[in-house]
Structure formats: structure tokens, C-alpha cells
């Protein structure tokens, strides 16, 4: 993987992190409730996927 490519990587693994976290319980046929490690899973699929939108579009690389 290049280093370009990691950025982008590192955000659409959070989002899908988040999803996931989130979604979960209405996948399994329950209603929503949020589980400590559910939380868990929310806070770092969150902070991954700022860090890649960050390194993505806010960063500015050298030439």
C-alpha cells in the first residue's frame, strides 16, 4: 500500500467501524442499545477516521 493510499484507508476503516458499532444490534434483530464495548469500538472507529480525513485533506504533504 503507498503511502497516499493510508490516509484514505485509515478513514474508510473508521466510518466502517462506526457502522458497524452502531448497527449492530438492529442487524441482530435487537433493539438499539448502545453496550459499553460498543461504545468503545464507537470512540476509536471515530478518532481513526478523523485522524485519516485529517491526514487525507487537511495535511498538506511536501513536494
Given at each position: ?16 467501524a462506526v457502522l458497524v458499532a452502531i ?41
Open positions: 500500500m503507498s503511502m497516499k493510499q493510508i490516509p484514505y484507508a485509515l478513514l474508510v476503516l473508521g466510518i466502517a448497527l449492530i444490534d438492529p442487524i441482530r434483530g435487537h433493539a438499539i442499545y448502545l453496550a459499553t464495548s460498543q461504545i468503545i469500538v464507537l470512540v476509536i472507529g471515530a478518532v481513526v477516521a478523523l485522524i485519516g480525513a485529517y491526514l487525507a485533506f487537511v495535511r498538506k504533504s511536501a513536494p
